[in-house]
């Protein structure tokens, strides 16, 4: 038979456990995520910086908005078909090698930086076409798929530190206010002249790709004059005064 400090225990466990939303153990040693079963109301979840090879037991937080397993060692993107609420997803810092989401209808922000990506499955883009804010930076992606013209809501698209050469794509993304394509392969003056027809375009990060080495000094100037909608060019605002863009 239970005493009084056993059924106290049991109480306070199911009350954290129905009103916990919040829940960080980032930080620590975890290699497994387990012991959520009872956590059926979370929306915010973050195991960032631990030792997590795989993605699991996340079956009962169907009411996650937000998970956050960056700086881990995950190698796939697995189990999470039934966290149809989820709103941002933050996966930097792992060992993934393909992209391979399920419908993720909710899903806002997407961070699969610092990994090991090669390229990017075409259903996996179709299973997010609500993302505003896509991070793919730091990996080895040589190009951008036709797919990525159906992401009509994005708003914020990080591809720096690639092996990108073609960016005619980004040319049907007419929600863009922030493309990075830093320190890529790009050459060709066309294709950026094409990211003209982007009217929300604000800021462009450039630098470190052929086209500057190109242009040498008229770098700048050569932008700022094909993208006159820019209010921002790499590290540096763009003047509003005309004069002062020389």
Known sequence: MYNIYTYIYIYIYTCISFFCRVLDLSFNKIKI??????????????????????????????KLR?????YNKIR????????????ELWLGKNKIEQINLPYLPKL???SVQHNRLTDICEKSIKNILCVEELYISYNK?????DTFKD???LKVFDLSYNEINNIS?????????????NNNNIDNLEMIKKLSTIENLKTLYLEKNKIQDNLK?????????????????????IPSSPTLQK
């Open 33 to 62: 995520i387990e012991n959520l079963e009872t956590l059926v109301n979370l929306e915010e979840l973050y195991l960032s910086s631990n030792k997590i090879s795989k993605i699991e037991n996340l079956q009962n937080c169907k």
């Open 66 to 70: 937000l998970l956050e397993l960056g």
């Open 76 to 87: 796939m993107i697995e189990n999470i078909e039934h966290l149809t609420n989820l709103e």
């Open 108 to 110: 806002k922000k997407l």
């Open 141 to 145: 992606i040589n190009h951008i798929i």
């Open 151 to 153: 992401l009509k809501h």
């Open 169 to 181: 794509i980004c040319s049907y993304l007419k929600s863009l206010e922030e493309l990075w394509l």
């Open 217 to 237: 000094e008229n770098y700048r100037k050569t932008i700022i004059h094909i993208l006159p909608q820019l209010k921002q060019l790499d590290a540096l605002p």
